[in-house]
């Protein structure tokens, strides 16, 4: 890339006669900085937790004013059962029911009820602490099934479809009712997760969270049953965070169709062999994904890169302070992890943080030779994934 290409004026590059108002970049990249910056995530992808202590939640089949006690009962397993169809899955834009691929039971929000007025409460302490394992702020919950697993059922490797705007996890609450199996085996990248309900299944309720874009099993229950209730998570937070990141990018092209890029760092230095969307961490995670459904959103794309600051400075008898400095994307990779590009020389004013390198000490160092009474120049080099 030029450096001496870009023209990266002040302003909208429109006539101030434009009925549209003037963007001025500066501006823009700043309310861009603040918005990924307010992102706030550093949780696990997958959650588990027991509870000894809980709410029942007057568990009531509708048409029914009969609750179903707990642990749940082989008798009042079959009361259930006998309320619930088959659950269906997704595959593409079809929705199949095959035993082969799921054996569960299952009802509708709009065929139960939770009756008991303490279980919203007991239901708010364990989305809180949902949320905290995940690092979701502000979610909320919407009900969504009640599940029910008998001997054999199971549900092969799938990831969770979007049922709400914005939902980006499932919370799944176990209810007392013992059984053996059933274990739910998660991945993110290269991270695995085994998640069982089963060693507290006779007496306590078991909640299990994890993100929706998780690939996740169901292991064949091997014995009794199993009475899940599943709620999704939709965080309001994220979602008008998306929302507002999808406003700031869609102003680019309109207002700034001359700047090529921008670049933003990511709080963890990764490996070529580890530098993807999957395996990003923490807080990159959610930064990430956030800037990949914005920037397709509005047409853009988003890469990864490692990129290397070099700063020149002289420290003589005759010269001392600052020399030259460049930037350079090494390597860029796309969101999968393939190398597309490498060696981009780019303009410093396009990094959204014009003081990522300020009061930082360089990753590494050179010093070049020199003759005679000629200063040395010492080149500084900061290291960062982008």
Wanted: proline share 5%.
């Amino acid at each position: 890339m030029d450096r001496e290409v870009i023209d990266l004026t002040a302003s909208d590059p429109e006539p101030a006669s434009s009925s549209r108002p003037r963007v001025v970049y500066s501006a823009w990249k700043q309310q861009l900085l603040n918005c990924l910056n307010g992102i706030v995530s550093s949780g696990d992808f997958a959650v588990s937790r027991r509870y000894q202590a809980f709410a029942n939640p007057g568990l009531r089949i509708a048409g029914s004013e009969a609750v179903i006690p707990l642990p749940l009962t082989d008798r009042d397993a079959e009361t259930v059962r006998g309320a619930c169809r088959e659950a269906p899955f997704g595959r593409g834009d079809r929705t199949l029911v095959d035993t082969s691929v799921r054996k569960t039971w299952e009802l509708d929000a709009t065929q139960f009820e939770c009756a008991n007025p303490s279980w919203p409460a007991f239901l708010s302490t364990l989305l809180n602490d949902a949320a905290a394992g995940l690092g979701l702020p502000d979610v909320s919950a919407k009900p969504h099934k009640l599940l029910l697993y008998e001997k054999g059922s199971f549900f092969k490797r799938h990831k969770d479809s979007e049922k709400e705007a914005g939902m980006v996890a499932t919370l799944v609450v176990c209810l007392p009712g013992i059984h053996r199996g059933g274990d739910v085996h998660l991945s993110f990248g290269p991270e695995r997760r085994d998640l069982a309900t089963a060693p507290a299944s006779a007496f306590d309720v078991t909640a299990l969270a994890w993100y929706s874009d998780v690939d996740h099993e169901v292991k064949p229950l091997e014995s009794g049953h199993r009475l899940a209730l599943t709620y999704n998570l939709p965080p309001q937070f994220l979602f008008e965070r998306s929302q507002q990141l999808k406003s700031i990018i869609g102003k680019w092209q309109a207002h700034f169709p001359q700047v090529p890029m921008v670049v933003y760092p990511l709080a963890h230095k990764y490996t070529k062999s580890s530098l993807s969307l999957s395996n990003m961490k923490g807080r990159d995670r959610a930064v990430c994904h956030s800037l990949k459904e914005a920037s397709t959103a509005c047409g853009l794309y988003l890469v990864l890169a490692h990129m290397t600051h070099t700063a020149d400075e002289f420290d003589s008898y005759y010269t001392t302070g600052e020399g030259e400095t460049r930037t350079t994307l090494d390597s860029i990779y796309s969101c999968e992890g393939a190398q597309i590009g490498s060696g981009d020389t780019i303009d410093d004013r396009i990094i959204l943080d014009s003081d990522m390198f300020t009061d930082r000490d360089a990753d590494s160092q050179d010093e070049e030779e020199f003759t005679g009474n000629e200063s040395a120049p010492i080149s500084l080099r900061y290291h960062d994934t982008v």
